[in-house]
T-cell receptor, first 114, second 109 residues
Framework: DARVTQTPRDKVTEMGQEVTMRCQPI?????VFWYRQTMMQGLELLAY????????DSGMPKDRFSAEMPDATLATLKIQPSEPRDSAVYFC????????????FGQGTRLTVV | GQNIDQPTEMTATEGAIVQINCTYQ??????LFWYQQHAGEAPTFLSY????GLEEKGRFSSFLSRSKGYSYLLLKELQMKDSASYLC??????????FGGGTRLMVKP
């Protein structure tokens, strides 16, 4: 069945290392979201793509975070260098776009930076 | 800016009814989503309201008042499996989804 796939599911890394998270949206979906979830902040929108073009990344720390869609089947979120405060669950979601269409979430990547 | 508020935690008894409120102040508002998230899992879609009024879907109903910037999720005949976080999200200009902090619901026997 169609689902959003995220890899890796879990990642433990040392401070200062580069981390890349990948997301395969549901085939045919033209909208991709990246969210970060922590106990303190809830679900924060980091970046938002429509037809592979970034529409909004105002929630993303630009100095260390970058998000791209090299093609319609792959979205990436990169952190370089990583810091302990980046520890969170990162969710990717995709949708068909247009008002009222739901976003389907992947299972998330649990990132721990030590 | 975007501001979405909901209570942090609620507790209810199995078989009862619970109402989870959400207030929002956003620009370019299109509609209001409710998602359910069990611990350690991804959020899953529950409902979407674009018009004022109540939308009923089985044990779950969702209400929207656009003039008041207010929505609620009503859960009837509560079951233990309904223990989860419930997230309201505003569908904004450009169909960008902005979430509230979530309400953690604990259902007790």
């Amino acid at each position: 069945d169609a689902r959003v796939t995220q890899t890796p599911r879990d990642k433990v890394t040392e401070m200062g290392q580069e981390v890349t998270m990948r997301c395969q949206p549901i085939l045919g979906h033209n909208t991709v979201f990246w969210y970060r979830q922590t106990m303190m902040q809830g679900l924060e929108l980091l970046a938002y793509f429509r037809n592979r073009a970034p529409l909004d990344d105002s929630g993303m720390p630009k100095d260390r975070f970058s998000a791209e869609m090299p093609d319609a089947t792959l979205a990436t979120l990169k952190i370089q260098p990583s810091e302990p405060r980046d520890s969170a669950v990162y969710f990717c979601a995709s949708g068909l776009g247009g008002g009222g269409t739901e976003a389907f979430f992947g299972q998330g990547t649990r990132l721990t930076v030590v | 800016g975007q501001n979405i508020d909901q209570p942090t935690e609620m507790t209810a008894t199995e078989g009862a009814i619970v109402q989870i409120n959400c207030t929002y102040q956003t620009s370019g508002f299109n509609g209001l989503f409710w998602y359910q998230q069990h611990a350690g899992e991804a959020p899953t879609f529950l409902s979407y309201n674009v018009l004022d009024g109540l939308e009923e879907k089985g044990r779950f109903s969702s209400f929207l008042s656009r003039s008041k910037g207010y929505s609620y999720l009503l859960l009837k005949e509560l079951q233990m499996k309904d223990s989860a976080s419930y997230l309201c999200a505003a569908d904004n200009a450009g169909n960008m989804l902005t979430f509230g902090g979530g309400t953690r619901l604990m259902v007790k026997p």
